[in-house]
């Protein structure tokens, strides 16, 4: 296809052209994230997580069901407070400084 018509809207194509670009592009950034691939807090996989309700997550290779973020398997409120990333709180402040300055350029 030399053309693609939802090079920018991505999966929120599907709303056509209504409720709004601000609201549109949010929704963009959540699907894209959702749908990426996240490390299983159990097998430590990479997989594709299926999302069972809202914050409840399994993995498809162990099937092994936790609770995350309502909409992305790990938020960023969730990750400061891993055990492993609690024993390591100077460079947990630079990962979230990092992510902060990400959001804020997004
Ligand atoms: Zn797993």
Do not use: N
């Not at 997580?49 to 609770?67: D, N, S, V």
């Amino acid at each position: 296809m030399p053309f693609s018509h939802t090079k920018i809207v991505g999966p929120t194509g599907r709303f056509g052209a209504r409720y709004g670009m601000g609201i549109r592009r949010k929704v963009l950034q959540i699907e894209v994230k959702q749908r990426g691939m996240h490390r299983c807090p159990q097998c430590r996989s990479l997989v594709r997580l299926k999302r069972l309700a809202f914050g409840i997550w399994q993995c498809p290779k162990c099937g092994f069901t936790f609770a995350g973020g309502a909409y992305i398997p790990q938020t960023i409120m969730g990750r400061t407070i891993t055990p492993e990333e609690l024993k390591a709180p100077e460079r947990q402040k630079q990962v979230w400084k990092e992510s902060m300055r990400q959001r804020a350029t997004e």
